[in-house]
């Protein structure tokens, strides 16, 4: 029977150990209602440390320790961040199709427009440098293109109408070799470039670091040109470069849309795209539309979403221009009327002045007249007499 008790004993202890941690001391005194210690101590292993062994502290092992991470990969002004368009589904240049998976806003001038699908298919690189290529050229033109019909001779153009030489309007013999020459020059460049190096170069090592969250490759249309150090016009770093070929490649992209449509007119037409075209005369009409333009930009701006694909909006900055505008407004309007006042009273002042300078010299004038008409009148008076 008392072997019984201290067996039931010792499991009741042990299961509750195993969820309770205690103290030696309770636990002692909780077998002791059923038989000595010496006797728990010869019959049973369990040793008072045992009641600590779910106590001890746990040392974290210094190889799960997480190393620091190097903080440029995380800033935008020393790489270029990946990934700009990864929460969204859709494409942002092209709401009603989903954005190409290769398209996430990584690189300058990607907005998800791919609705042929060539990035899947197509090395990326290659097509954004191509792209860049006859973004330059395609700006060239379009300066080109209209001054050459301004200001250019006629026996460079073509046709009684006196157009541009191209390959819808045609040649005349001299404009071809001329044409000819100069896409010779460009084709032999782009031949020898094409597999240019240039990750050793000053703008090259710069680019190598921005994109080293992206790829190994640099940025396309890299050739180590800057000579008057535009590059670097929003900031020396990474961001502040991206922003740059951002601008260059959107102005290229609207060159290439303007020379288009150029070539389309003239071939449709026949006559040159400056003849009577608001753009290339002096007239009152461009400079009001371009003021209301940067007016309107000065204020609004235009939204699109998913569930409105025009919505013009007040901005922050719009609201804030307002405010300053209409408080400088009433401050010159305050400041006027007060202007306004201290000139009346100038005036009233000057009138008096002059009203009493008036009838001074009138007095005057009556007395001279009166002294003269007195004088006049002796001199008779003496000849008579």
Same mark, same amino acid.
């Given at each position: 029977?008392?072997?019984?008790?201290?067996?039931?004993?010792?499991?009741?202890? !042990?299961?509750?150990?195993?969820?309770?941690?205690?103290?030696?001391?309770?636990?002692?005194?909780?077998?002791?209602?059923?038989?000595?210690?010496?006797?728990?101590?010869?019959?049973?292993?369990?040793?008072? !440390?045992?009641?600590?062994?779910?106590?001890?502290?746990?040392?974290?092992?210094?190889?799960?320790?997480?190393?620091?991470?190097?903080?440029?990969?995380?800033?935008?002004?020393?790489?270029?961040?990946?990934?700009?368009?990864?929460?969204?589904?859709?494409?942002?240049?092209?709401?009603?199709?989903?954005?190409?998976?290769?398209? $996430?806003?990584?690189?300058?001038?990607?907005?998800?427009?791919?609705?042929?699908?060539?990035?899947?298919?197509?090395?990326?690189?290659?097509?954004?440098?191509?792209?860049?290529?006859?973004?330059?050229?395609?700006?060239?033109?379009?300066?080109?293109?209209?001054?050459?019909?301004?200001?250019?001779?006629?026996?460079?153009?073509?046709?009684?109408?006196?157009?541009?030489?191209?390959?819808?309007?045609?040649?005349?013999?001299?404009? @071809?070799?001329?044409?000819?020459?100069?896409?010779?020059?460009?084709?032999?460049?782009?031949?020898?470039?094409?597999?240019? &190096?240039? $990750? #050793?170069? &000053?703008?090259?090592?710069?680019?190598?670091?921005?994109?080293?969250?992206?790829?190994?490759?640099?940025?396309?249309? #890299?050739?180590?040109?800057?000579?008057?150090?535009?590059?670097?016009? @929003?900031?020396?770093?990474?961001?502040?470069?991206?922003?740059?070929?951002?601008?260059?490649?959107?102005?290229?992209?609207?060159?290439?849309?303007?020379?288009?449509?150029?070539?389309?007119?003239?071939?449709?037409?026949?006559?040159?795209?400056?003849?009577?075209?608001?753009?290339?005369?002096?007239?009152?009409?461009?400079?009001?539309?371009?003021?209301?333009?940067?007016?309107?930009?000065?204020?609004?701006?235009?939204?699109?979403?998913?569930?409105?694909?025009?919505?013009?909006?007040?901005?922050?900055?719009?609201?804030?221009?307002?405010?300053?505008?209409?408080?400088?407004?009433?401050? @010159?309007?305050?400041?006027?009327?007060?202007?306004?006042?201290?000139?009346?009273?100038?005036?009233?002042?000057?009138?008096?002045?002059?009203?009493?300078?008036?009838?001074?010299?009138?007095?005057?004038?009556?007395?001279?007249? #009166?002294?003269?008409?007195?004088?006049?009148?002796?001199?008779?008076?003496?000849?008579?007499?």
């Amino acid at each position: 029977m008392k072997t019984t008790s201290i067996v039931l004993s010792l499991l009741l202890s !042990q299961s509750a150990s195993a969820f309770v941690p205690s103290k030696s001391s309770s636990l002692l005194t909780q077998i002791s209602a059923a038989t000595s210690t010496e006797e728990i101590t010869k019959t049973s292993s369990f040793s008072v !440390q045992e009641a600590y062994k779910y106590e001890t502290s746990v040392n974290i092992d210094p190889k799960f320790k997480v190393k620091n991470v190097d903080e440029a990969i995380l800033d935008p002004k020393k790489r270029v961040q990946v990934g700009r368009y990864n929460d969204r589904e859709m494409s942002v240049s092209v709401p009603f199709l989903k954005r190409p998976s290769k398209l $996430d806003g990584t690189h300058a001038g990607d907005v998800g427009f791919d609705p042929l699908g060539l990035s899947e298919n197509l090395d990326l690189y290659t097509m954004m440098e191509a792209e860049l290529r006859h973004a330059r050229l395609a700006m060239l033109a379009v300066v080109g293109w209209p001054l050459s019909e301004l200001v250019g001779p006629n026996f460079m153009l073509h046709g009684p109408n006196h157009l541009a030489p191209s390959v819808l309007n045609g040649f005349d013999p001299l404009s @071809f070799i001329t044409v000819a020459a100069i896409f010779g020059g460009f084709g032999y460049f782009e031949y020898k470039t094409s597999l240019r &190096r240039v $990750d #050793d170069k &000053r703008l090259g090592m710069k680019h190598k670091e921005d994109m080293a969250n992206v790829w190994k490759y640099g940025v396309p249309g #890299d050739y180590n040109f800057d000579p008057l150090n535009l590059y670097s016009m @929003f900031g020396d770093t990474a961001d502040g470069r991206k922003a740059m070929r951002e601008l260059e490649i959107a102005h290229g992209r609207w060159a290439m849309g303007g020379i288009t449509a150029f070539a389309a007119w003239e071939a449709l037409t026949k006559h040159a795209v400056v003849e009577n075209n608001m753009f290339f005369h002096p007239n009152p009409i461009l400079p009001a539309l371009a003021l209301a333009y940067f007016a309107f930009g000065f204020f609004y701006e235009v939204k699109n979403t998913d569930q409105y694909l025009f919505q013009v909006e007040k901005t922050s900055e719009g609201e804030v221009r307002m405010e300053n505008i209409q408080k400088n407004l009433n401050e @010159f309007s305050a400041e006027a009327e007060v202007a306004t006042e201290d000139a009346r009273n100038y005036l009233g002042i000057a009138a008096d002045i002059v009203m009493d300078t008036a009838k001074d010299l009138k007095i005057k004038y009556d007395k001279l007249t #009166d002294d003269y008409t007195a004088s006049v009148m002796k001199n008779i008076e003496k000849e008579e007499s």
